[in-house]
């Protein structure tokens, strides 16, 4: 075995998942130890001749270059992939020993220890290290224990003589600095050899491997969206909840989630990305449509997962018609084009129905997005007012021509937001607006009480909750000249 400095993105990324498993451990261990500290009782594991062992200030040393051992993992783990069952195999013997910690709680026989002289400092730092009240199984040894496995396994004859000792003399200075009772270094040595075994199997498997790189890049990109804007960390909160009772099963809903955000990111220009999002939109349908992902990039990835786990090929088919309809607005933002109210009208219902019908579909429930035109017609009532403030600065026109000209005609540019919200015609427009998603929400509260009994109408439900708190507190706040309305003139008859 030899020892290397990785290159530096593998070691950005090994590197922070030792930092990871040290904050996990401090929470485990330190939490267990804490409430540990409430008892009033713990059991004897000392045996009678543990008396006779000395007390060695010096083994201190050894015991603290635990640290330096689970370090030297950086240097022989080269990649990630190399790192996860060794982090993993700690995390489950963390766990594990905090468990035990507070189930079977340990009363120390050792007399009471008081050092000075040279080796006071590293004994203070051994002991603090430690914490109070966590024995059985020691974890120092269990650590050591493993990385001797771990390290050893990667080399020769030699490397497993070297790192064998190494745990050996740290298991030996638990004892020798009174830390732990032998029963202890029996227990994290066995915990060490079960969970290495149990681990290193299955987590060095290429499929979990890659599956943990897929969720670590839907974790990334949701943490990116929600960056942007907070609804995004309530997505993400609300997406890993419906996730965790069938984790496996619902990967095509993150990974799907993740993916058309990211399209729509690109092509709105929230993501910068060298070249034209279009060519880069094109290229990626190519690889959807034909199946071939040439590439291992985050969309490429998120794409091909979501792909297959739709399974449906029609579903397939609507997920590539999704990603058409959102070019659509590059090619609208690239060539300033000014639609009529009922072509924007039909462009947003095509976006929904597709969105909402692959999130259902994704679901496993039975309602589709047809069963609720007037939820998809609010949905894009909901988005046109949203983020009419952040299109308008993209040169994204979601406000129908027939306005623009008006407000053109008053003298005002209708693509500066404050100008369009302070014209009379925007200002009627987004009147009109407000009054017409009442009806829609009206409408679809009939369409869903209708549905009543299916499965999915609770989810269509909640999005009918969200867009009513929209209508009827937010945008108010928004643009105060809603809760005026009997001020504001009349959108003339016939107007979008």
């Given at each position: 075995?030899s020892?290397?400095?990785?290159r530096?993105g593998?070691?950005?990324?090994?590197?922070?998942?030792a930092?990871?498993?040290?904050?996990f451990?401090?929470?485990?261990?330190?939490?267990?130890?804490?409430?540990?500290?409430f008892?009033?009782?713990?059991?004897?594991v000392?045996l009678?001749f543990?008396r006779?062992?000395?007390?060695?200030?010096?083994?201190?040393?050894?015991?603290?270059?635990?640290?330096?051992?689970?370090?030297l993992?950086?240097?022989v783990?080269?990649?990630w992939?190399?790192?996860?069952?060794?982090v993993?195999?700690?995390?489950l013997?963390t766990?594990?020993?905090a468990a035990?910690?507070?189930?079977?709680p340990?009363?120390?026989?050792?007399?009471?220890?008081?050092?000075?002289g040279?080796?006071?400092?590293v004994?203070?730092?051994a002991?603090?290290?430690?914490?109070e009240?966590?024995y059985l199984?020691?974890?120092?040894?269990?650590?050591?224990c493993?990385?001797?496995?771990?390290?050893?396994?990667?080399?020769?004859?030699?490397?497993?003589?070297?790192f064998?000792?190494?745990?050996?003399?740290?298991?030996?200075?638990?004892?020798?600095?009174?830390?732990?009772?032998?029963?202890?270094v029996?227990a994290?040595?066995?915990?060490?050899?079960?969970?290495?075994?149990f681990v290193?199997?299955?987590?060095?498997?290429?499929d979990?491997?890659?599956?943990?790189?897929v969720?670590?890049l839907?974790?990334?990109e949701?943490?990116?969206?929600?960056?942007r804007?907070?609804?995004?960390?309530?997505?993400?909160?609300?997406?890993y909840?419906?996730?965790?009772p069938?984790?496996r099963?619902?990967?095509?809903?993150r990974?799907?989630f993740?993916f058309?955000?990211?399209?729509?990111?690109?092509?709105?220009?929230?993501?910068p990305?060298?070249g034209?999002?279009?060519?880069w939109v094109?290229a990626?349908?190519?690889?959807?449509?034909t199946?071939h992902?040439?590439?291992?990039?985050?969309?490429?990835t998120?794409?091909?997962?979501?792909?297959?786990?739709?399974?449906d090929?029609s579903?397939?088919?609507?997920?590539?018609?999704?990603?058409?309809?959102?070019?659509?607005?590059r090619e609208?933002?690239?060539?300033?084009q000014e639609?009529?109210?009922?072509?924007?009208?039909?462009?947003?219902?095509?976006?929904f129905?597709?969105?909402?019908?692959?999130?259902?579909?994704?679901?496993?429930?039975?309602?589709?997005?047809?069963?609720?035109?007037?939820?998809?017609?609010?949905?894009g009532?909901?988005?046109?007012?949203?983020?009419?403030?952040?299109?308008l600065?993209k040169?994204?026109?979601?406000?129908?021509?027939?306005?623009?000209q008006?407000?053109?005609?008053e003298?005002?540019?209708?693509?500066?937001?404050?100008?369009?919200?302070?014209?009379?015609?925007?200002r009627?427009?987004?009147v009109?607006?407000?009054?017409r998603?009442?009806?829609?929400?009206?409408q679809?509260?009939v369409?869903?009480?209708?549905l009543?009994g299916?499965?999915?109408?609770?989810l269509l439900r909640?999005?009918?909750?969200?867009?009513?708190?929209?209508w009827?507190?937010r945008?108010?706040?928004?643009?105060p000249?809603?809760?005026?309305?009997?001020a504001?003139s009349s959108?003339?008859?016939?107007?979008?």
């Amino acid at each position: 075995m030899s020892f290397g400095w990785p290159r530096r993105g593998e070691l950005v990324l090994t590197g922070a998942m030792a930092l990871g498993f040290a904050f996990f451990f401090l929470l485990v261990y330190g939490g267990a130890s804490a409430v540990t500290g409430f008892y009033t009782w713990g059991i004897r594991v000392d045996l009678p001749f543990e008396r006779h062992i000395p007390f060695v200030p010096a083994w201190a040393a050894v015991y603290v270059s635990m640290d330096v051992l689970l370090m030297l993992s950086l240097l022989v783990f080269r990649t990630w992939r190399e790192m996860v069952p060794f982090v993993l195999t700690l995390c489950l013997q963390t766990v594990v020993g905090a468990a035990c910690f507070l189930v079977l709680p340990v009363e120390v026989a050792w007399p009471p220890r008081e050092v000075s002289g040279s080796w006071a400092s590293v004994f203070f730092l051994a002991d603090t290290m430690n914490l109070e009240r966590n024995y059985l199984p020691s974890l120092h040894v269990a650590f050591a224990c493993t990385a001797a496995l771990a390290y050893g396994g990667r080399g020769g004859w030699l490397a497993r003589s070297l790192f064998g000792l190494w745990a050996a003399a740290i298991a030996a200075s638990t004892l020798l600095i009174h830390e732990h009772h032998l029963a202890d270094v029996v227990a994290g040595a066995l915990l060490a050899w079960g969970t290495w075994r149990f681990v290193e199997a299955r987590a060095s498997r290429p499929d979990f491997l890659e599956a943990l790189r897929v969720e670590a890049l839907c974790a990334r990109e949701l943490y990116r969206f929600s960056r942007r804007h907070p609804r995004y960390l309530l997505i993400a909160l609300g997406l890993y909840r419906y996730s965790l009772p069938r984790w496996r099963a619902t990967r095509v809903a993150r990974t799907g989630f993740c993916f058309l955000q990211l399209v729509d990111d690109v092509l709105d220009g929230d993501r910068p990305i060298p070249g034209e999002p279009l060519e880069w939109v094109d290229a990626l349908l190519v690889q959807m449509e034909t199946g071939h992902w040439s590439g291992t990039d985050v969309a490429s990835t998120l794409g091909r997962e979501f792909l297959a786990g739709l399974g449906d090929e029609s579903a397939r088919a609507d997920a590539m018609r999704l990603v058409r309809v959102m070019r659509r607005d590059r090619e609208r933002v690239l060539h300033r084009q000014e639609l009529e109210a009922e072509a924007l009208r039909t462009h947003h219902r095509d976006t929904f129905r597709l969105s909402v019908g692959m999130m259902l579909h994704v679901a496993g429930v039975g309602v589709r997005a047809s069963d609720a035109p007037s939820l998809l017609d609010a949905f894009g009532w909901c988005s046109t007012l949203r983020d009419l403030h952040e299109d308008l600065r993209k040169g994204l026109l979601n406000v129908p021509a027939e306005v623009l000209q008006a407000v053109r005609a008053e003298g005002l540019d209708p693509l500066r937001y404050e100008d369009l919200v302070g014209s009379a015609a925007g200002r009627a427009w987004v009147v009109a607006e407000h009054g017409r998603a009442r009806a829609l929400l009206d409408q679809s509260a009939v369409e869903l009480a209708g549905l009543e009994g299916r499965s999915g109408v609770a989810l269509l439900r909640l999005f009918h909750r969200s867009i009513e708190g929209f209508w009827a507190k937010r945008l108010p706040r928004k643009l105060p000249f809603l809760r005026e309305t009997a001020a504001v003139s009349s959108w003339p008859s016939g107007a979008p």
